[in-house]
């Protein structure tokens, strides 16, 4: 497993911009972030692989988010654009997956300790 530590989240009002960073100890398959509000469970939002770079998006953000990495610094990063209240979260990024098996959170074995996204109106 690889340690994973995320950094980049705050406060913001509806419609700003945020750029979150994951520093990994390692790479797997795939990368994803993940993100989980009070009272409800771990949502999916984006992931990429690391050899190729192709990605995956969430319904929820296609269109306003951007997953990336930086191969030779091991970093994972979310852009995220036209930010809306229910955004609102913990965001985890996470590591691991395999074919065919990136878009659940029992897919990926580490996980970072999450960062706080918090969305006004």
């Known amino acids: 497993q690889v340690r994973l530590v995320e950094s980049g989240g705050g406060l913001v009002q509806a419609g700003d911009s945020l750029r979150l960073s994951c520093t990994s100890s390692g790479r797997t398959y795939a990368m994803g972030w993940f993100r989980q509000a009070p009272g409800r469970e771990r949502e999916f939002v984006a992931n990429?692989?690391?050899?190729?770079?192709?990605?995956y998006y969430g319904d929820s953000v296609k269109g306003r988010f951007t997953i990336s990495r930086d191969f030779a610094k091991n970093t994972l990063y979310l852009q995220m654009n036209s930010l809306k209240p229910e955004d609102t979260a913990v965001y985890y990024c996470?590591?691991?997956?395999?074919?065919?098996?990136?878009?659940?959170?029992?897919?990926?074995?580490?996980w970072g300790q999450g960062t706080q996204v918090t969305v006004s109106s």
């Open positions: 990429i692989k690391w050899i190729g770079g192709s990605t």
């Open positions: 996470a590591a691991g997956g395999r074919p065919g098996h990136v878009d659940e959170s029992a897919d990926f074995g580490s």
